[in-house]
């Protein structure tokens, strides 16, 4: 089992930044890939960015450039910093981590960011 909070959320101006932090615990090993996902309401949830235990990095279109995802291994924390905010970008985000053979999916509760204009 992995435990996964997300901490940073908040409300802020269009045009400013925010840092996601998830703090994972319990058992992190294979662990696949670590991301985060938003959902707004009326609207399904959508991949922001995703990071392989490699490194390697995937990002959805429409936070290309503003937004990056990082690990600290040594913490098991997963963080993502977003910058020059839009309006759109107000949503839940949620903590995923994907592990081991059978690609179990875990999330976390969710934190809330507000993007006024």
């Known amino acids: 089992q992995v435990q996964l909070v997300e901490s940073g959320g908040g409300l802020v101006q269009s045009g400013g930044s925010l840092r996601l932090s998830c703090a994972a615990s319990g058992s992190m090993f294979r662990v696949n890939v670590m991301g985060w996902y938003r959902q707004a309401p009326g609207k399904q949830r959508e991949l922001v960015a995703t990071?392989?235990?490699?490194?390697?990095?995937n990002y959805g279109d429409s936070v290309k450039g503003r937004f990056t995802i990082s690990r600290d291994n040594a913490k098991n924390t997963l963080y993502m910093q977003m910058n020059s905010l839009k309006p759109e970008d107000t949503a839940v985000y949620y903590c995923?981590?994907?592990?081991?053979?059978?690609?179990?999916?875990?999330w976390g509760q969710g934190t809330q960011v507000t993007v006024s204009s």
């Open positions: 990071i392989t235990s490699g490194g390697d990095t």
């Open positions: 995923n981590v994907n592990q081991g053979r059978g690609h179990t999916d875990y």
